[in-house]
């Protein structure tokens, strides 16, 4: 009988620290901010790429970029601190020197690239994803 209630206690204390660790867990996980985005469902994505994507594509007008650089200028902004929901942006083969950049995240500086963008000219717009699905870089190429 002894040997019974120390085998009780022993089975208690352990059922009491796996629940201890399960809480424990549970707090962690709460307060990563990454977590948030791996608990994204598929419509969840899609609906935040689709500011971003549905303008990808070959020949676009300078007015199409224009408006996907002030989306990205918004979201960068509304999401300042979440990481996994920044978008960067990279030009190439725009007039000036100082559009052409890498991996831009900013929005002063996307206003800026915002603003070198020639209305009358036309590029071709792609993307690339992370691990997760979001939108990672939007890369912009001048047409010659």
Known sequence: M???SKALIIAGAILISIVLVSVGV????????SSAI????????????SKFTSNAGLNKQGSIVR????NVATNNTQNEGDE????????????TSTANQSEVTEPNTLATI?????????????YTTKKNGLVDVITITRRK
């Open 2 to 4: 002894e040997n019974a």
């Open 26 to 33: 549970l707090v962690v996980n709460s307060l990563d901010p």
């Open 38 to 49: 791996d608990d994204m469902d598929a419509q969840a994505i899609e609906q935040f790429n």
């Open 67 to 70: 408006t996907l650089l002030s």
């Open 84 to 95: 996994g929901k920044i978008i960067k942006v990279t030009t190439v083969d725009f007039v």
């Open 114 to 126: 915002r603003n070198a963008v020639n209305g009358s000219s036309r590029y071709d717009i792609s």
